[in-house]
């Protein structure tokens, strides 16, 4: 096998790979995924934050004190940190609690920004015996009446 066809090889399916990698990554949901993925990272710090700085201490102030994120027991040579599992619980039901109002509020949105276009007729009404016929009849099948073509307006 010669060095120069292996190269030439080499850069020719890096080349389709690096074309395939583009239209995958400019497609908009991946970079839609990315961003989602971004915010979700920084909104998850505020919300340990909040659960760590404010939701703790005022726990400790109802519990006489107590740092709440470290409560634990031991059994023997065993140290069960229920304190920390505690705030994890908090910590989702924050999160799930936003990405709720969050999500209620962009359907709602969404409901309002699109409202439903009505659709085109299919049928309309025979002028002499008045029963739903398709809109393109020329003839009623019902009564049997020719029926005159409809004047578009200009």
Avoid: W
Avoid at 30 to 52: E, H, K
Avoid at 60 to 69: Q, W
């Amino acid at each position: 096998m010669d060095t120069k066809e292996t190269a030439k090889d080499i850069v020719k399916s890096s080349k389709g790979f690096i074309k395939e990698f583009k239209e995958f990554i400019s497609r908009g949901n991946v970079i839609d995924m990315a961003v989602g993925v971004i915010i979700g990272g920084a909104f998850t710090a505020i919300v340990n934050s909040l659960v760590n700085d404010i939701f703790n201490p005022l726990l400790g102030l109802i519990t006489g004190g107590a740092d709440f994120s470290t409560l634990s027991f031991g059994f023997m040579d065993a140290q069960f940190m229920y304190g920390s599992f505690i705030t994890a619980v908090i910590n989702f039901l924050l999160v799930a609690l936003v990405l709720f109002l969050v999500i209620k509020a962009m359907n709602k949105l969404h409901l309002k920004k699109t409202p439903e276009a009505p659709a085109a007729p299919t049928t309309k009404v025979c002028p002499f015996c008045k029963s739903e016929i398709a809109i393109e009849a020329t003839r009623c099948p019902h009564c049997t009446s020719q029926l005159e073509e409809e004047k578009k307006s200009a």
